[in-house]
């Protein structure tokens, strides 16, 4: 019922910075639990990058992107956002939004999320 639309993907040079955008359309992502980040680059399993819950904004962050990446959401604009910083060419891969209408502890498992958009790819060029 809620179809997220993952904007902001391009080329980007090592070191930069690129800032992703989520929108949501059918129903708002408010009434889900939690909004996250995945990537996958080629040849790659999914992982998992970022999610922030609706409640009260308490992010969360892989190891491999922690000080770098910023999860952030926008009731009024039903969107959420990934702020990517200091972008290495281990981060190249298409990125995916995500909802989880309940709750799961398992909030790095993509078997946790109901809704997925189509992807953006990121390109880090070294």
């Known amino acids: 019922q809620v179809q997220p639309v993952e904007s902001g993907g391009g080329l980007v040079q090592a070191g930069g910075s690129l800032r992703l955008s989520c929108a949501a359309t059918?129903?708002?992502?408010?009434?889900?639990?939690?909004m996250a980040w995945f990537r996958q680059a080629p040849g790659s399993e999914r992982e998992f990058v970022a999610v922030?819950?609706?409640?009260?904004?308490?992010?969360y962050y892989a190891d491999s992107v922690k000080g770098r990446f910023t999860v952030s959401r926008d009731n009024a604009k039903n969107t959420v956002y990934l702020q990517m910083n200091s972008l290495r060419p281990e981060d190249t891969a298409v990125y995916y939004c995500?909802?989880?209408?309940?709750?799961?502890?398992?909030?790095?498992?993509?078997?946790?999320?109901?809704?997925w958009g189509q992807g953006t790819q990121v390109t880090v060029s070294s």
């Open positions: 059918g129903r708002t992502f408010s009434n889900n639990y939690a």
């Open positions: 995500a909802g989880a209408r309940l709750y799961s502890p398992s909030y790095s498992l993509g078997a946790a999320y109901d809704y």
């Open positions: 922030i819950t609706w409640i009260d904004g308490s992010a």
